[in-house]
């Protein structure tokens, strides 16, 4: 059974004037000498993630393993950052990301190279494997082709890490998605994934929220979601809070 501890919660935001919010949730899971990640993170998340792991007295060479949802950049994009960690990311996944032009969105070109490149410490998989003792993934396409999620054996509750085949409160209440590459295979994930928590009384940790939970039929919260967030304004008043509860 493993520890869990949210390192990162993600944020439910749009940028329609500055691109991607890549506010996305990193999960850090520890079980005996295990210590593993549910994605890697944006480069934004470098420093937070330092300081995450500093105050569980952990540095970045203890990760022994970094499991990936999908391979946009701010699920990906700091993979290399582990030394002594071997990357699990989905076959069908790497097999579509590996064949788009460069330039794709939310594609970041040299982290699939790299991917591509290491013929150690990178390690492929596929729906329904156990990955891991207690780790097991569950396809679910439509956000990208080869998503997959993954239900884990937690110590108090299972958890499902949905990565953005689930990406917030909205979605896991309403069947509806938003960026999506294939708006039906997301509706089926999404209600495949919500059948597995009511069969399981889980969690569920979407992409871009905190943990979320069934209550009946509804999606809620499992804690408060909030950003905080500072904007200079004009030249005169300096910083101004601006976060978001």
Known sequence: MYELHSLVDGFPGKSSSHGAFGWSSLWLLHQGDRRVLIDAGPPAYIPLIHEGLAELGLDTGDITDVVVTHLHWDHVGNFTMYPNATTWVGEEELAWASTQPP???????????????????????????EILPGITAIASPGHTPGHLAFHVDAAERSHVFAGDAVKNVFELNTLVVDSTMDADASRASVDRLRSLLRDTSGVLVPGHDVALALDGTDAVRLAEQSSRIGFFADGVRGEVDRSIH
């Open 103 to 129: 330039g794709t969105k939310f594609i970041p070109d040299l982290h699939i190279q790299e991917l591509l490149r290491r013929r150690d410490g990178v390690e492929r998989m596929r729906d329904g494997q």
